[in-house]
């Protein structure tokens, strides 16, 4: 979400490590707000997959707003950034004999 809204907003403010970027709590209160968070993950990444896509996309143009950065290069990052953390996943789910 935060990579989304560095390529698509003008006014984007940088968020303060590590606080901005945990939640509160350790665990979604319950079902309802888990799935709201797949819903939100999804719905950003479906929209930086159409950005992608989109011929009209200079996906070497410089983002305005930003310090050099290429809208590829912040596509890449979260490629990067979902890799790494579907590797954990597929990691805990080796050590939980549920792969």
Do not use: C
């Not at 590829?72 to 890799?83: G, K, S």
């Amino acid at each position: 979400w935060d990579i989304l809204d560095f390529i698509k907003n003008p006014d984007y403010e940088e968020l303060n490590w590590p606080d901005d970027y945990w939640p509160k709590d350790s665990a979604p209160p319950d079902d309802s707000a888990w799935d709201k968070s797949i819903e939100s993950f999804r719905a950003d990444l479906k929209e930086l997959q159409d950005m992608a896509r989109d011929n009209s996309v200079d996906l070497y143009s410089r983002i305005p707003h930003g310090s050099g950065q290429t809208i590829l290069r912040e596509l890449l990052l979260v490629a990067d950034h979902n890799t790494y953390h579907l590797g954990q996943i597929v990691q805990l789910r080796k050590m939980l004999g549920a792969w």
